[in-house]
């Protein structure tokens, strides 16, 4: 009759005092290839890891403490040569004399779990390093106890004590910036009755300068009864983000009060041409909402004259790629026509690539005007002169030089003797 380690799919030997196999089952045999007579009379440690051989030493020696059960993990070389993890279960037996004699070994084969569980502990490392790397805070709340469970990084978040795992809901809420608490309240309140995925910013209660900005995306969980049980999200720090959108907002308040002041009308456009301009200042201009602007819109307000040019000279300077200026008549509110000069500068990347277009638009029609009556007043003296046969003479006294000039030319004379 058989011995019934003979039928466990387990890994059994026994061993004498000195580590001699004398037993070995068939799983033994089949796992490392060799019948059991090549097996018995070898030493147990022929078929362990050399690193592994400590620990089952010491395991056999605190057994002769007292206790005669210990459990340690080794690797077992296969018949391939490979190694895999098996859990050793070892129970020793005396001699009539009180003495530890023979060891039973039984090996449970536990590789799989290992690296299962291996490949569990590294998805948990890189994920705790991602949540450190992005500031991020993994939570869960327990509507139905009220509680919060979370990681390490949302309890630093929040300033909790290290190692805080679950606090109460309501001292998660309280260490909302009181001025932003009762809005927050209200946006969980409604994102919970409304179900689905939710997403706001707030403010820590701290004295953190510049305060502490964070962002809380989460979404709902409900049980059978359709009542609300989980709610589970990630909760990250954005407070640098929303330095830089701040101090882009200012720079750009400031740079738009800059143009406003010159009494330009700003505008971009991107790297195809078309325009982006500034709402309100155009619309106070030409009377129209600034979607009949954007893009190549803003033609339209064009004196008809002039549309053709102004376009084609658009496309010239979007094709050169240079800073242009364009000079035509624009429709204001009250339909006049005003002369307006653009200038259009273009921005590079470093690699540069183009990225889009900055400008300004101003009307320039008194100088316009004003430059047109001085050309017009110069043509009707020049007129007069040539009718009377009139010559102007000036004469420069720092150089002793003068200036003649009739209805058909003007010289410059210099005076050897006056």
Not at 363 to 383: F, G, K, N, P
Not at 389 to 405: G, M, P, Q, Y
Request: proline fraction near 4%; aromatic fraction near 10%; charged fraction near 30%.
């Amino acid at each position: 009759m058989h011995d019934p380690a003979h039928f466990l799919p387990s890994f059994v030997w026994r061993a004498d005092r000195d580590g001699t196999i004398q037993y070995a089952n068939p799983w033994a045999s089949r796992y490392l290839g060799m019948p059991a007579r090549e097996i018995v009379g070898r030493s147990w440690q022929a078929f362990v890891h050399p690193d592994d051989i400590a620990p089952v030493l010491e395991a056999l020696r605190t057994m002769r403490d007292g206790s005669l059960l210990r459990n340690v993990e080794v690797r077992l070389r296969r018949a391939d040569g490979a190694f895999h993890w098996h859990v050793l279960h070892l129970q020793a037996q005396r001699d009539t004399a009180g003495r530890i004699g023979d060891t039973v070994g039984v090996a449970t084969d536990i590789h799989h779990c290992r690296d299962a569980w291996a490949m569990y502990e590294a998805s948990e490392r890189r994920l705790k390093a991602a949540f450190q790397g992005a500031r991020m805070g993994a939570w869960e709340w327990d509507m139905k106890n009220r509680l919060v469970r979370m990681n390490e990084q949302l309890a630093a978040l929040y300033s909790f004590p290290p190692g805080t795992e679950a606090v109460a809901l309501s001292d998660l809420w309280n260490r909302v910036a009181p001025e932003y608490r009762a809005p927050f309240q209200q946006r969980v309140e409604a994102a919970l009755y409304c179900g689905g995925p939710f997403e706001f910013d707030y403010v820590l209660d701290n004295d953190a300068t510049p305060p502490r900005w964070l962002r809380m995306r989460g979404h709902t969980e409900f049980d059978e009864q359709g009542a609300l049980a989980r709610v589970h999200g990630v909760t990250f720090d954005i407070t640098e983000q929303r330095a830089a959108e701040d101090r882009l907002i200012h720079s750009e308040r400031r740079y738009r009060a800059l143009v406003e002041s010159t009494g330009a009308l700003a505008w971009s456009a991107g790297a195809d041409g078309e325009i982006r301009p500034a709402s309100e200042p155009w619309e106070r201009f030409t009377g129209a909402e600034s979607d009949r602007l954007v893009k190549w819109g803003w033609l339209d307000f064009v004196h008809p004259d002039d549309r053709d040019r102004t376009r084609e000279g658009w496309l010239a300077i979007l094709q050169r790629g240079k800073t242009g200026t364009l000079t035509f008549r624009m429709r204001r509110y009250d339909g006049a026509y005003r002369v307006v000069r653009a200038h259009a500068a273009p921005l590079y990347d470093a690699h540069g690539k183009l990225q889009e277009w900055f400008g300004t638009t101003t009307d320039v029609t008194e100088q316009h005007d004003a430059q047109a009556a001085v050309e017009a007043r110069s043509l009707r003296l020049t007129v007069a002169m040539q009718a009377a046969e009139i010559h102007i003479v000036a004469l420069d006294l720092a150089s002793w030089t003068l200036f003649v000039r009739d209805r058909r030319r003007a010289e410059r004379r210099r005076c050897a003797n006056l």
